[in-house]
């Protein structure tokens, strides 16, 4: 009724947004990528071999994420930093990566992925493996701010490949490989990083992790094809016919979705951010064993992603309502959330790594987030809207890190801040079921 109000009263219309993007640099990539241009099909041996390209990317992504959160302690008692000043340090990279969104999804829908996601990932690389070198608290900011910059092609860089090398039926489980790296990189990040840290020191680490990284580049070049389009891929039925280049519509889908991701954001990097510290700080464990206990909320977060993404697509496949598998899915994974109030409240520690370990089931619902912006979004705008709603999730991303450092400020306690993030994840549901329609691009969404 909610939905169908909004619709009726015209409170979310559509309009345009980035109309005033360079028409010069609009011509170019036009002249150099033309929308009419079909490319020859791409096997699906090497459709996969990207795919895993793109886990191990992000793997690296959140690996080099959680190298801050893991040193933390280290590098606060090197420099002195309070509650508040670690809050700010964890959020700085959330500044230029949010902010980075939607240009970068523009640029993904429009240049070559092979050359603009191996330029992100060496400069995201560079920021991290330099960081090492860091003496302040204002460098260390500036390092995440650029860190921030390289690594927001992820998403929008990840999502437009998948909508473009597979069909709308095939999309939750590439994109649940894809994005499972992200847990995996927490996973193998936080033990490993914690032991670099623990002998070789938290300057090291940073420049063994991040410059190594830098081999990831040549394969990924060899392996992409020179131009890439929805040649010999399946178009969905629904989708509208293909027309010339036109400045990126929004309505009520994009706006739904992204609010809900916004709350999803918000959850999910309470999680990247500040559970290690949580570990160590309260837990009273070693930084090497909070490492290792915090890769099992990360795994069982990976494993539930893979999950949620082949069961979607199979029920998908098997003919279900494609808008209430999605839908139900993040339903499912966003109520577990629930658990990580509990979680901060047991006074054992088995207990409260099972209850986080139970929190992070909400990656049943991290697939299917994505599926939704892929399904919505018309063909030639997945990297915009994927980026326009990683910028309004991302906002969740700066406010979480901080707001929790002020809760532990006000209070000295975590729990506050690990109530708030379930309670807000959970109103994130608002968004997906009265705001969000049917999962169709917006000429065909009723």
Known sequence: MFRAAVATCGILPEFSLFSTMPESFGQMTNALFPSGWQAPAMS??????LVLLLFVAALINYLDRATISVALPRISGDLLLGPTAKGVLLSAFFWSYALMQVPIGWLADRVSLRWLYAGSFALWSLACGLTGFSGSLGVLILLRVVLGVGESIYLPGSVKFVSL???????????????????????????LVAWLVSRRGWRNMFMLVGFTALVWVLPWILSFPSRLNLAGQERRPDAPARTARKPMTFNRNLLGA????????????????WLPDY????????????????????????????AGGWASDRMVRLNWNETRVRKGMITLGFATGLMLIP????????????????????GLSSPNLLVVFQACAPEEEVGMWMGFGNFIGNIGGVLSPFITGLLISKTGSFVPGFALAPIILVAGLLAYWFIVGELKPPKTAT
């Open 165 to 191: 090398a597979f069909s709308p039926t095939e999309r939750g489980l590439p994109t649940a490989i894809f994005d499972s790296g992200v847990r995996a990189g927490l996973a193998i990040g936080a033990p």
């Open 258 to 273: 992204s609010l809900g991701f916004f709350c999803f954001g918000y959850y999910n990097y309470l999680l990247v951010t």
């Open 343 to 362: 979680a901060a409240l047991v006074g054992n520690l088995t207990a409260s790594i099972v209850l986080l370990a139970g929190g992070s089931l909400v």
């Open 279 to 306: 570990l160590v700080e309260v837990r009273h464990l070693t930084i090497l064993k909070a490492g290792f206990l915090a890769a099992i909320p990360y795994i069982t977060w990976a494993a539930a992603e893979i």
């Open 44 to 49: 699906s041996a090497r459709r996969w071999i």
